[in-house]
């Protein structure tokens, strides 16, 4: 080591500058602390690497969820997209989800500006070549020059960056997404700290020239006429732009074809990949071999933003050779004569078994160490941002000595992720799914403020004033759906005429007005005119309104589940804890147990290989303790 | 912290004149209300004072199961330290079975093995140094419950089970995908199709409830042995008892050389009936390897039907076999009452006499149809006033896995109720999801990963 080397002192170290350093930095500086965060590339803050969205089913639920906590996600993507919609709006309100395209190069330009702008957030080109420890914690890291960064807590946030290389055919780069720098020494320094990990792989399509395409061959696809921002503090009006098209075309029975053909020439069946991938976003090779009788399949040519002819060819991600793709590109409809720009190619990757943290995101085995996004085997970059963010907060936690956020399954989607990635076996990147969260019909997007503001205002990053609202609607929403379920409404003309118009069947007695909300064909929305006492209140509050009174049966039993759940969640189990000496578990479980140490007996009945007589031993056993605690 | 109400049978139930039936939690009263009918009057049990006994009925609606004492029990001085109702009824696995099933009609569920114990010591009733018995309970039950509920459920209707969930499964998988992917695949018009289907597998558990019902979702049942000398009209019994012709009946001895089981249900109760070759000194090797297997059989068995034909003389083949049935609970018949009479009643009595048996005796004719009424009373008789032992855990199993199946079924009528009502598409995965669930619990599958499975391994998802 030379002996003058640059040596600095800083509160927390973020290692990684995507979704999840940029979330994680961010909170940390904002909570008072000095934050450096480093990134391979300044120009690669906040990169999207795959594809040009952010939100969808789910994923949009997660970025109203960071943006109620107080993270950024939200507030970059409505000042960068160039196209929205709602999905699934025909569906119920807990499947609505926000998707919007955004203008890549902005995207990042803008959170990068956010981070400049952030006092006490100092921005570091430079690779993390090892993390510094003392006693089982955490004291910093070093860099490839080797300078030396003094922290009291690291947060881990490298993406697909660790050892990664890019695979098309029998090419192999070694490098990160988009030929970018990988970082390829940190690996061996988490290995030496006991550290699992695991190589998983992702891959993404070829980006084309739009001059190259052939749009009418296609079918345009627009955005939503009024755009619904993704941040609660987005004032709805700013939102309202002109937007950008996607386009819709088909593969066929020739893009199969010449897939089946030269299969063999894909790293993937060629054995040459090792790492696990993901099969909720399968390769176009994938997808031809596992649903064979699929005559065609769909895919999205995307605009990856306004100052660029380049486009995302969605839904044929593949790592097959450079010559391949062009001819498969080639035989779909509009791409005749496409150019590519960049190649398709599969990325391969180590990231860590998640077994290995607490649900604060810290890891169990070096104190105020903290890591977030694909590191934590996940895949996309909503979950990255989440995970950040929680990371983030929790870092600062421990540093303030104050209780970790862990938010629990029936809170978020979140919470939801985070208790899948740290207590259930994780083979492959892990996406979040709406079907993941048990009670969804609780965890809409719509109310993720009313879910979470609480808790990012004793956090600390939700302001005052932005609280106060929230309490506040919460008062104006229980108002009225009391009063709306005492509101009578007579079988007059005007009501039937009303009805009548709608579809509905006429009264023959009086209703309640709430009685008539939850019919199919009605909604509060549509009962204006019919209610005539109805108070002036703002659009969110009467949205609340419709869905409480609409699905009140629905929610009520929802609750009722949740309240079951709560009772195990809160029954804690202690830290570092050996099951070996609980009597009556049965093997699998001791042995499960230990390897997960979970935090609550909740969690702990969600571990495969522990059954209910275990969690019936544990609860006697747990009782068996406190009672000799108090003597 | 309030729990649910849980009900189990307290007692063991082979062998006992009384049984127990005990309810514990919040809701004890009120279930007890809802199955309780005074002798006179109508009283409402939730009124009554701690600690007092009350003569009464347990009814399922108008039905009357039993006639009971009832004992409330209030909180905190009870074995639980929640209010707990405790039901004295007649012992005999069948009617503690059916007041168990009626207080989980109206509200218990089915306790989890060594519930009550848990529930006793958490609640501070059990003493600190006795946390390790009250593991060893849990366990012990556990095992006990483990081993029974997958090995006693009979193969086929396994199979159904998970063919209904896996069915329920793909239902979720597809309109899960649909949601998560709604540029990809289309969920139009999807309710009538899926209405059609939960209809279709609600008849198939309606089914499995029904057979749960006659005992049949179970391989065990009361080994029944048929036995006696060829020709005594053992297989004309088997026919009748199982009402239809499963066994060959020809006027010539010996022609039931191997050995015929069958399942017979007498009113809820399931008899394993095994017909047997005639036992008799023989030189054919093929009847003597069935007479063996008769007697083995015969050793094995819960209850042995020992045929005579009252028509010929009582042998030295009828001595040995009689002397087989020492020990044994047994029912003599005298078949072919409708002949002149050679072995009579008071003949065969007297033998028994001699060898210390006292086996009720009755006359038949299963060619007139005579007699055979009183057998199948005798049957059960012997069954309801608990003479008749066997694997009672095998009961209790029944009553979880018919719960289990009410669930599910419920869930799937909600199913339907959201489709009829107009919901959207993501309200039917809520209940599709607790069907799984409740069927789940008796395959012992959960429904997470299976789903995503499915999601992924069924549904194409773009990107």
Redesign the interface.
């Known amino acids: 080591m030379p002996m003058s080397c640059v040596t600095e002192n800083y509160d927390i170290c973020v290692v990684g500058a995507g979704h999840a350093g940029c979330e994680a930095a961010l909170a940390c500086a904002r909570l008072g602390l000095e934050t450096i965060v480093f990134t391979v590339s300044v120009e690669s803050i906040a990169l999207m690497p795959c594809?040009p969205n952010i939100g969808g089913?789910?994923k949009g639920h997660l970025v109203r969820e960071v943006d109620a906590l107080g993270g950024q996600m939200g507030i970059n993507i409505d000042r960068t997209f160039i196209q929205s919609k709602m999905?699934?709006v025909?569906?119920?309100p807990?499947?609505h989800s926000l998707r919007a395209q955004a203008d890549k190069s902005e995207y990042s330009r803008e959170m990068r500006r956010t981070l400049e702008q952030t006092e006490g957030l100092t921005i570091r080109q430079a690779e993390v070549t090892e993390l510094i420890t003392e006693d089982g914690a955490v004291k910093g890291v070093k860099t490839f020059s080797g300078a030396m960064y003094y922290s009291k807590a690291v947060v881990l946030c490298t993406g697909t960056y660790l050892k990664s290389r890019c695979l098309y055919g029998d090419v192999v780069h070694y490098t990160g997404p988009n030929g970018l720098q990988p970082a390829n020494r940190l690996s061996e320094s988490l290995r030496a700290h006991g550290i699992e990990l695991f190589r998983f792989k992702t891959g993404t399509p070829a980006r084309i020239d739009s001059r190259s395409v052939d749009f009418s061959k296609m079918q345009e696809q627009k955005g939503d006429s009024t755009v619904v921002p993704f941040s609660f503090t987005t004032n709805p009006e700013d939102v309202q732009i002109a937007q950008a098209s996607c386009w819709l075309t088909y593969t066929n029975e020739d893009t199969h074809e010449i897939i089946r053909e030269n299969l063999n020439r894909s790293p993937l069946y060629s054995g040459m990949i090792e790492g696990t991938g993901p099969?909720?976003?399968?390769s176009i090779e994938d997808?031809v071999v596992?649903?064979a009788d699929?005559e065609r399949?769909?895919v999205?040519i995307e605009p990856e933003g306004l100052s660029t002819n380049e486009m995302y060819v969605?839904?044929m991600?593949s790592s097959l050779p450079e010559d391949v793709q062009y001819r498969m590109y080639r035989t779909v409809a509009g791409l005749e004569h496409v150019k590519i720009v960049r190649n398709a190619y599969a990325i391969e990757y180590d990231c860590i078994n998640p077994r290995q943290l607490y649900p604060s995101l810290e890891f169990k085995a070096v104190k105020g160490l903290f890591s977030g996004g694909q590191f934590n085997g996940s895949s996309g970059y909503e979950e990255a941002a989440a995970q950040g963010l929680v990371a983030g907060i929790n870092a600062a936690m421990y540093l303030k000595g104050k209780e970790p956020l862990v938010l629990d399954r029936s809170t978020s989607y979140i919470g939801v992720l985070i208790d899948d990635l740290v207590t259930?076996e994780n083979r492959e990147p892990y996406r979040m799914?709406?079907?993941?969260a048990?009670y969804?019909?609780l965890l809409r997007q719509d109310n993720a403020d009313l879910r979470l503001s609480k808790i990012g205002y004793e956090v600390g990053l939700i302001p005052q004033e932005r609280y106060q609202w929230v309490l506040e609607k919460e008062r104006l929403i229980e108002k009225e759906v009391d009063r709306v379920q005492h509101v009578k409404i007579g079988a007059n003309a005007l009501v039937q005429k009303l009805l009548e118009e709608h579809g509905s069947t006429p009264l023959k007695t009086g209703a309640s007005l709430a009685e008539l909300i939850r019919r199919?064909?009605l909604s509060y929305g549509i009962l204006a005119e019919i209610d005539k006492d109805r108070p002036d209140l703002p659009d969110e509050v009467a949205e609340q309104v419709n869905i409480n009174i609409k699905?009140d049966g629905?929610i009520k039993r929802?609750l009722k589940q949740v309240k079951d759940f709560k009772?195990l969640e809160s029954k804690n189990l202690p830290e570092q804890f050996d099951y070996s000496q609980v009597?009556?578990l049965r093997i699998e479980a001791q042995q499960k147990l230990n390897l997960y140490q979970p935090v609550n007996v909740g969690q702990a009945s969600r571990i495969?290989g522990v059954?209910?007589?275990d969690i019936?031993?544990l609860?006697?056993?747990l009782?068996?303790m406190y009672?000799?605690k108090q003597g | 912290?309030k729990t649910d109400t849980i009900a189990a049978i307290a007692t063991a139930m082979a062998n006992s004149g009384i049984g127990i039936i005990r309810i514990s939690g919040g809701e004890a009263f009120s279930v007890i209300d809802k199955i309780y009918r005074p002798k006179k009057g109508n009283k409402k049990l939730s009124q009554a004072e701690s600690h007092t006994v009350h003569y009464g009925y347990i009814c399922d609606g108008e039905k009357v199961v039993d006639e009971v004492m009832v004992l409330i029990l209030k909180s905190p001085n009870t074995y639980t330290r929640e209010d707990t109702v405790e039901i004295d009824c007649h012992g005999g696995t069948l009617v503690q079975t059916r007041i168990l099933e009626t207080a989980i009609k109206y509200g218990a569920r089915p306790a989890?093995?060594?519930?009550f114990t848990?529930r006793a010591?958490?609640n501070g009733r059990i003493d600190?140094s006795q946390?390790?018995s009250?593991?060893?309970v849990?366990?012990a039950q556990?095992d006990f419950a483990l081993e029974s509920s997958l090995r006693q459920l009979q193969g086929t209707v396994k199979e159904k089970i998970q063919g209904i969930r896996g069915k329920l499964i793909h239902e979720?998988a597809f309109i899960?995908s649909a949601?998560?992917?709604?540029?990809?695949i289309s969920i139009e018009g999807y309710g009538e199709r899926l209405m059609e289907t939960v209809s279709e597998l609600s008849t198939q558990i309606s089914e499995l409830i029904l057979n749960a019902e006659n005992g049949s979702l179970l391989k065990e049942g009361i080994n029944t042995v048929i036995i006696g000398k060829p020709n005594v009209g053992k297989s004309s019994l088997m026919n009748m008892l199982a009402g239809e012709e499963r066994a060959i009946v020809t006027d010539i001895a010996g022609t039931t050389r191997d050995i015929l089981k069958e399942q017979v249900n007498l009113n809820g109760i399931t008899l394993n009936v095994i017909d047997t070759a005639g036992i008799r000194d023989t030189r054919d090797v093929v009847e003597q390897i069935g007479v063996d297997r008769a007697k083995t059989y015969l050793s094995q068995a819960d209850l042995v039907l020992y045929m005579v034909d009252s028509s010929v003389s009582f042998d030295v083949n009828d001595e040995e076999i009689l002397s087989l049935l020492s020990g044994k609970k047994a029912i003599v018949l005298l078949n072919k009452s409708d002949l002149d009479q050679v072995t009579t009643e008071e003949l065969v009595r007297a033998k028994m006499g001699q060898k210390q048996m006292g086996h009720p005796i009755f006359p038949i004719s299963i060619k007139d149809g005579k007699g055979t009424k009183e057998l199948e009373r005798a049957i059960q008789e012997l069954f309801f006033h608990g003479e008749i032992s066997f694997n009672n855990e095998i009961y209790i199993t029944n009553v979880r896995q018919k719960s289990a199946l009410q669930s599910a079924l419920e869930s799937l009528s909600m199913v339907k109720q959201s489709i009829e009502?107009?919901?959207?598409?993501?309200?039917y995965?809520?209940d599709l999801?607790g069907a799984c669930e409740e069927l789940g619990n008796i395959t012992g599958e959960s429904v997470?990963?299976d789903?995503?499975n499915e999601?992924?391994?069924k549904f194409?998802?773009?990107?």
């Open positions: 594809n089913s789910s999905l699934n025909s569906k119920g807990a499947v099969r909720y976003c399968p997808k596992r649903f699929k399949h769909q999205f969605g839904g991600s259930k799914m709406t079907s993941r048990e969804r019909l199919p064909e699905y629905y929802q009772k009597n009556g495969s059954s209910p007589a019936s031993v609860l006697v056993y009782e068996q009672r000799k | 912290m989890e093995p060594g519930e848990k010591f958490l600190l946390a390790e009250v593991i060893e849990i366990n556990n979720i899960e949601l998560d992917d709604p540029e990809h009502d107009g919901m959207p598409e993501d309200f995965s809520i999801v997470g990963e789903l995503v999601i992924f391994s194409c998802m773009g990107k």
